[in-house]
């Protein structure tokens, strides 16, 4: 009987509105609607826009070697932000943790190199407590730089 219920339901509404009624609208009728959510939109880069400097196996050599100690290099290292559309300031390093705001491109950045971590395809260096950049794409075999360091 309650299928007869929402049928008709269904069908009076579609008449009303002046519409059709198709039996996959009848049978999500039922249903409840998606939620916007729980849906997982593609994943755009840290970095938006032209601009990164893309590196070769070399130039990607030299950006993973960051991860190991060094105790000769800047702790500090200070640079610019190179993609055009700007670069994602998150509340820790990975695509996990919230987005705060996007540095601008040119913007002068100040990064601490001993946090170094690799995460979700990223290089991620703290920039201060809570606020977190990726600077470097690991790529395969190759790479791209976001931010252009001049002191490391």
Do not use: F
């Not at 009076?12 to 009624?21: D, H, I, Q, R």
């Amino acid at each position: 009987m309650h299928v007869g219920v929402k049928l008709g339901a269904g069908l009076a509404a579609a008449v009303l509105a002046g519409g059709t009624l198709s039996v996959g609208a009848v049978a999500a009728a039922g249903q409840p609607p998606p939620n916007p959510e729980t849906a997982q939109p593609p994943q755009e880069e840290e970095g938006h826009g032209p601009g990164a400097i893309m590196v070769g196996p070399k130039g990607a050599a030299q950006a993973m070697e960051r991860l190991e100690q060094d105790r000769e290099r800047s702790r500090w290292c200070h640079g610019v932000v190179l993609p055009e559309n700007g670069l994602n300031v998150r509340t820790g390093p990975g695509l996990g943790y919230r987005k705060v705001t996007a540095l601008e491109y040119g913007a002068r950045v100040k990064t601490d190199w001993d946090t170094i971590q690799r995460r979700d395809g990223y290089l991620w260096v703290r920039m201060k407590p809570h606020r977190w950049i990726a600077d470097y794409k690991i790529g395969h075999g190759n790479g791209k730089w976001y931010v252009k360091y001049s002191n490391c």
